[in-house]
């Protein structure tokens, strides 16, 4: 597609329940990102992609998140047991690589709320 | 580590004035800066994107500058419009250290135009 994709675009989910959170980036993009984005706030970063490889998940906020981007393509956010917490906006970019003069693109987001 | 502060927090205007959004950030190693905006419940839109090596971009009424030595954006909307009104937000492309391929953002200006 021309843009970055990412579904569901709301997900409801009780408290407990695992979720899994898609997100398909431009076709050529080898930096993949997620971001959490709460009411209010600006997006905060979780974890970041060169091709399937995971360089930073520093910003993940507990184990109960895991990332992974197996083939260097789409990528799934997992969150194991949510918690209300949770609740937030989960934003996808995808790149080329840093330095190289081109910016980030942005998909329209998960709202996922936890019950 | 990377901060990123956007002042003012919220500003209301009248439509037709000229005005200015800041960002700051604590460290100069960066690739680019990007100006987003974002409209509630929407993902984000890339407004401008200014290299490390640039000192403006400009789109449309639009003018955004970069001063990295100083760590300072401006983005200029000139003869705003109600369509305008949407959250801004900043954000730079860390090139060093822990930081490195990582995208940083403010917290946002929510904007509104009134007619």
């Known amino acids: 597609g021309a843009g970055v994709s990412q579904s569901p675009r709301y997900k409801v989910a009780k408290r407990g329940q695992d979720v899994a959170l898609r997100c398909d980036p431009i076709?050529?993009?080898?930096?993949l990102f997620w971001y959490q984005q709460a009411l209010g706030q600006g997006p905060e970063f979780l974890t970041y992609f060169q091709n399937e490889a995971q360089l930073d998940k520093s910003g993940l906020p507990s184990d109960r998140f895991f990332a992974e981007r197996p083939e260097g393509s789409v990528s799934t956010l997992k969150i194991q047991r949510t918690q209300q917490e949770d609740s937030a906006v989960y934003l996808c970019?995808?790149?080329?690589?840093?330095?190289?003069?081109?910016?980030?693109?942005f998909g329209q987001g998960t709202r996922l709320t936890v019950v | 580590k990377q901060e990123v502060t956007q002042i003012p927090a919220a500003l209301s205007v009248p439509e037709g004035e000229n005005l200015v959004l800041n960002c700051s950030f604590t460290?100069?190693?960066?690739?680019?800066l990007q100006w987003f905006r974002q409209d509630p419940g929407k993902g984000l839109t890339s407004l401008l994107l200014?290299?490390?090596?640039?000192r403006e971009q400009t789109s449309g009424r639009l003018n955004a500058s970069l001063d990295k030595s100083s760590g300072r954006s401006t983005l200029y909307i000139a003869a705003s419009q109600p369509g305008d009104s949407a959250t801004y937000l900043c954000a730079v492309l860390n090139a060093g250290g822990t930081s490195y391929g990582k995208l940083t953002f403010g917290q946002g200006t929510i904007l509104t135009v009134h007619p």
């Open positions: 200014i290299q490390s090596s640039q």
């Open positions: 460290d100069s190693a960066i690739y680019n």
């Open positions: 076709s050529g993009h080898v930096s």
């Open positions: 970019a995808s790149s080329f690589p840093p330095g190289q003069g081109f910016g980030a693109f």
